[in-house]
């Protein structure tokens, strides 16, 4: 019969490889906690609706990246394509947005019908932060400042470039998205497809094109940068000016617009040149207006988000971090009378050691059978007890990652021993 397989672009993560995801995470918990940031945990489906009047409905995640379907009541669902729609839609729902600032954060699986290939899949994980209630630009270089902490933490920093932009209000971006669109009207000839359909509906998307053919046009295209007002030019020189004097360097990107209808203001990515096409490993910005936008009260909201794939790609030996996470020692043990007592041992040992990885072999088989299990399960030593060792109350020792030979050693000794291994 044939075997179903996994949806295409919907990988699983197999345990050779969980230490690495398990070790990122770690960090990231630890950073956030650092930093006060507190946790929440959010349903993956949602109302369509959230998320066509959060990202826009003019958004490639809109228009054609939704996993979206009807339920057996006939509601409209999407399994969530990204977690800042979700979020607020949460604490709007339970009033957190009173009168109270919030800094939180959120990981877990995201959904997009893209097109399957290195970096972008159709199920992969972000984790997100987001922040309510703070409008000046202290809080946006916070949210940098914890990023570029992680990314030290995690040893890729030296990978990875900051670059902002503004984005200035939606009613500066009016002004200047007519002066955009009667530039890209102006060399219509050079647009390629994708763009001339922006144009009509999207026109700042044209400046975030991939395609290397638009570079020249889109760098000689107006910036927003003149048509921004006194106040979201203060905001983005306050922010340059904290971000130099917390020593993060960063590349100003008068192109860096962003997928998502909802920004506003700050904009800024950590993009990396090792990964190919796929080179923003983390994204976010400031969008004041969507509170108002999805029916709250209050406004200040900013935020971003980061690709774990992208992530675990990038780190120096991953490798090691999935051989560090291999038990530390296996059980074999032969014949009835070694069952018993091996069962006992080894609980013993568990409640003297939390922190030991030891691996008891079930199912019986011979010593030969039990230590390919052993050198299988990728632990450092074999701990060997058959009739003789359990009747002198002994166990027999062999380090299966070096060349040392077998020895024995008391039972009471081996406390000490695996304290070693740990
Ligand atoms: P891109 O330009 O790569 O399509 P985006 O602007 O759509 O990214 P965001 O919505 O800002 O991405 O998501 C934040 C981060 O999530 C990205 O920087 C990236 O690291 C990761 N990400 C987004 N889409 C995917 C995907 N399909 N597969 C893997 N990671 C993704
Ligand atoms: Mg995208």
Not at 87 to 96: K, N, P, S
Not at 122 to 138: C, L, S
Request: a negative charge; charged letters at 30%.
């Amino acid at each position: 019969m044939e075997k179903i397989q996994a949806i295409r672009g919907m990988h699983d993560i197999l345990p050779d490889r969980t230490p690495r995801w398990q070790y990122v995470e770690s960090v990231v918990r630890r950073i956030m906690a650092s930093y006060g940031y507190e946790e929440i945990r959010l349903p993956l489906l949602e109302k369509t609706e959230l998320f066509k009047r959060s990202i826009g409905e003019v958004t490639d995640i809109v228009e054609k990246e939704m996993y979206t379907f009807e339920d057996r009541n006939g509601d409209s669902l999407t399994l969530r394509p990204e977690g800042t729609a979700g979020c607020l839609r949460a604490c709007m729902e339970h009033g957190l947005l009173y009168n109270r600032i919030n800094r939180l954060w959120y990981s877990g699986p995201m959904f997009r019908h893209e097109r399957p290939q290195k970096g972008r899949y159709r199920q992969f994980h972000q984790v997100g932060v987001e922040v309510y209630g703070i409008d000046t630009p202290d809080i946006d270089v916070e949210l940098i400042l914890l990023s570029s902490r992680l990314w030290r933490e995690l040893g890729i920093a030296h990978k990875l470039e900051l670059q902002i932009n503004t984005l200035g209000t939606a009613a500066e971006r009016l002004v200047y998205r007519n002066k955009l669109v009667q530039y890209f009207r102006t060399h219509y000839e050079k647009l390629d497809e994708d763009s001339r359909r922006r144009l009509e509906t999207n026109p700042l998307r044209i400046l975030d094109s991939k395609n290397p053919e638009m570079r020249e046009l889109i760098q000689a295209a107006p910036v927003l940068a003149d048509d921004l007002g006194e106040e979201s030019r203060n905001h983005f020189q306050r922010l340059k000016e904290l971000l130099d004097e917390a020593g993060i360097s960063y590349v100003v990107n008068p192109t860096l617009v962003r997928g998502l209808d909802y920004y506003s203001r700050t904009v800024f990515e950590w993009v990396t040149d090792e990964l190919g096409a796929q080179g923003t490993v983390c994204a976010g910005g400031r969008y004041d207006g969507l509170i108002e936008q999805l029916g709250g009260k209050g406004s200040a909201a900013t935020g971003f988000a980061l690709g774990m794939e992208r992530l675990i790609e990038l780190l120096e030996s991953p490798e090691k971090l999935d051989a560090a996470a291999r038990p530390h020692a296996y059980l074999i043990r032969v014949g009835g009378e070694a069952e018993r007592r091996g069962a006992a041992l080894a609980e013993a040992l568990r409640d003297a050691l939390p922190n030991l990885r030891l691996v008891v072999n079930c199912g019986g088989g011979s010593f030969k059978s039990q230590f390919k299990r052993a050198d299988k399960s990728g632990a450092a030593v074999a701990l060997i007890l058959g009739e003789d060792e359990v009747r002198d109350q002994l166990i027999g020792v062999k380090h299966l990652r070096t060349e040392e030979g077998q020895r024995t050693l008391a039972q009471s000794e081996l406390i000490p021993f695996l304290q070693t291994l740990i």
